[in-house]
């Protein structure tokens, strides 16, 4: 039991420090003191090598930002407030091309012009987090007004006719369902219903709605999660009914599957479970979502999880499959250590020390001789002949923030530490809910000698923070 | 002289065998005996792992098979000729979207059903490039006129009024000429000029016009080829404005640059200074479009052409960007071997050797001794304790045809060997333009004592098979 309470909180002190590095990179190289929003082409060391804005990753931010100010008291400054309020301003002023409508871009110019528009609802599900999350900790009701329009235009996108997307209608493109649609769906029935009991019932049947079309996804005779599948709920032929994906799919114009979606669909589903109160569906996502994706998904060779695989085992097609990415690392902390959480299983909270020790693993290499790269100082050893390259697998101690994209074998493929589909939102978020469940598991150990409580039916915690917001 | 001979002889056989290889998998694997056209998504041994269509693809295939056919003796056989005509009647009845308007899909199902429309037109060139070969070979003026009325759209859509591509007109994206769209012009002008005065010459002016325009791609006072340049031909901001492509861009609706893109473009280009007997663009174009893209975009640690690159230096944007892709390889191959027919240098034929030499590489890799890993047979060190494990580069000596996507140091990441944007056209193309080139220079050779004839002001060579077409 000591052992355990010293492990999470070792655990718990490492991503507590890890949010605060993170959380000061972006406040100190994303804002865009001119405009509004945020910059997330981001090098290395912060430096901005693009400006444009990625309307996705501008609502990410906001959300970010205002949950950080409404749940952790140490990040109640006025700075993350004042600039989630001008991101929100940027996406109230600039988001939507063509308004009243509600279609919104997928990426805008630094000063809010439209550069390229995608035929997919995910832009407006990000800006209605952020506008919703900006109601939370502003109580401004333009914002919450904006946030449940653009939600019920999804709905009936999604739900009634999708015309308004501007896809063409196609007579050989198969009618297949994304995992990813449900899934955002069932996440913004969680964000609008949050201590809104009014909101919540309205959405209740959507996120039942959501669950089972996610639960769909579940295919081959329950031993592998797909991405797409056809609108009957059936398997689809060829890639893309072939499709996994472990984690999120980052370029939602490919349809393909991964390890990553799967988790972050099975914490979703995981919290759903908690708030309908179904232990069977909690055991059923554990089993599916969770230890399944993991599974499959873990690289036997060179630890990490795949991008991108094939659900009959053949080569995938997308070139980057066997990279590391961050985001199914970040997804899989937090779905294991919720599932621990949740059924007190140690197996889940051993899979999540797993994943949590490849992501921040600092590794010594040997270097070659006659290799001439740069070392850090330091590193040699005591005989005095050896050195020793330190690289990092995701974390930069040096700069901050994550990198991105490793290699197979773990080793930095890109240095930047944002782009295109790259911002401030699957790190910290990890990092905060990570920090939240690591401190309310270790406040159910104490006193030491008290035993633990059960751990399945809580309540969610009380909002320390929602005061802040009236 | 004599050992130049003999490299060169050794070359041509090696490339002649292969090309042998290669045709022999497409005619094997890839045709569809039912519906017309061709599978391309073939895994290692050529097994069809998706059945989807992608026009390009069909098109290239056509135009490859009528291309061999016509060009060499030993093709010149009715499976190939069926092939192609299956091919074009499938194109011909599914391609276009809505005739008889003449946007072409993107990718149909197998039946000819559409699934996914790109607003570009490169499809539409593709299908040009096939129907024009097929007159060739058959003789049948419907297939000519299929290709000049496209062609005419084509030209109407690139320098008219682009609005029949169907791409939203937004304010913010940025008026970029990809350097695609008048690479594929300048191709699609050689390939109907062929040894026909009069089509050659009113395709003459905008023949000149995609040289100037490809020429404008020349940025950062001649110190790099950029893939975008705004519409006046200046340097664009951002990521865009700074993308390098060494070969070529198979992720059109992606705005970046690569090595590969550059070295075609510099064949393409070579072709159009022979044609107009213009020896200062010859030069400039072997500096700029050959010398300058291999000098940076050669691997140094690795060996190998790098997909892409930036122009500042920068980390690039794309996952796969340190890769080794087959078709900036094959690509520099013609390039290089084209550049020394012309002038001779060979400082030219040297690069042409490199290029080859990584891509037929086949590595005996000392195998780690706990490591589980299939050997092959016969590879045990004569004292019996080294085991050794052949990985080859491009080429697969085993199932045919080249694997299409190595990482950065030279592993095989996919073992496909077709896919939505590989198939029979890249390896073949290279192979049979590198094998009548080197004939030709073997030829120039002979007899061995004689001097060789002046390489540069040469009439092209008389096309033994043209007869097989009239």
């Known amino acids: 039991m000591e052992k355990e309470r010293e492990t999470l909180q070792a655990w718990k002190e490492r991503v507590e420090h890890e949010l605060d590095v993170v959380v000061a990179f972006w406040l100190e190289h994303s804002h865009d003191q001119e405009h509004g929003g945020f910059f997330t082409c981001l090098g290395r060391d912060g430096q901005v090598y693009d400006d444009l804005k990625y309307v996705w990753l ?34 109230l002023r600039y988001a939507r091309v063509a308004p009243p409508a509600k279609k919104c871009a997928f990426v805008l110019t630094r000063d809010g012009r439209p550069v390229k528009v995608q035929r997919t609802i ?7 987090m952020a506008m919703n999350e900006l109601w939370r900790v502003t109580g401004d009701a333009q914002y919450q007004s904006e946030a449940v329009e653009m939600m ?8 009634e006719d999708p015309s308004g997307l501007g896809r063409p209608q196609l007579p050989g493109a198969p009618a297949a369902e994304s995992m990813a649609v449900p899934m955002m769906l069932l996440s913004l029935v969680e964000q609008l219903g949050e201590a809104d009991d009014e909101l919540a019932g309205s959405y209740a049947e959507l996120g039942d709605w959501c669950a089972r079309r996610i639960l769909r996804h579940v295919q081959r005779g329950g031993q592998a999660v797909l991405e797409n599948v056809s609108e009957d709920g059936e398997g689809l032929s060829g890639c893309l009914g072939r499709h996994q994906n472990p984690g999120e ?62 659900a009959d085992g053949l080569c995938p097609t997308q070139l980057e499959w066997a990279m590391k990415l961050w985001w199914p690392h970040s997804e899989a902390m937090i779905a294991f250590l919720m599932g621990y959480s949740e059924s007190g299983d140690s197996a889940l909270l051993n899979i999540f020390y797993q994943v949590a020790e490849y992501t921040f693993r600092q590794r010594y290499l040997q270097s070659h001789p006659r290799q001439d790269s740069p070392l850090k100082q330091g590193t040699r050893s005591s005989k005095g002949i050896t050195c020793y390259k330190v690289t990092w697998q995701f974390r930069d101690p040096e700069y901050g923030e994550w990198f991105g994209y490793l290699n197979r074998e773990g080793k930095i493929a890109l240095t930047i530490k944002g782009g295109p589909f790259k911002g401030c939102f699957h790190v910290p978020r990890c990092l905060a809910m990570c920090e939240e469940m690591l401190s309310d598991l270790l406040s159910r150990l104490a006193p030491a000698s008290a035993p633990a409580p059960a751990l399945s039916a809580r309540s969610p915690p009380a909002d320390p923070a929602r005061r802040g917001a009236e």
Chains 1, 2 share one sequence.
């Not at 019920?152 to 739900?159: A, L």
């Not at 309908?276 to 990490?304: C, E, N, Q, T």
Request: charged share 25%; net charge positive; hydrophobic share 40%.
């Open 249 to 310: 799919d980052t370029r939602p114009t490919l349809p393909e599957p991964s390890p990553g979606h799967a988790l972050e669909a099975g914490w979703f589903l995981l919290r759903h479970a908690v708030r309908r109160g179904d232990p069977k569906l909690r055991a059923h996502v554990i089993d599916k979502f969770l230890l399944l994706p993991f599974r499959s998904g873990w690289d036997p060779d060179h630890g990490g999880l795949f991008y991108f695989q094939d």
């Open 122 to 128: 995910f832009s407006e599900c990000f800006y209605t």
């Open 58 to 91: 501008q609502g990410r931010q906001v959300w970010m930002y205002c949950r950080l100010y409404r749940k952790l008291e140490r990040f109640r400054r006025p700075e993350l407030l004042n600039a989630a309020k001008a991101g929100g301003e940027f996406l």
């Open 152 to 159: 019920d235009q999804i709905v009936h996108w999604v739900r």
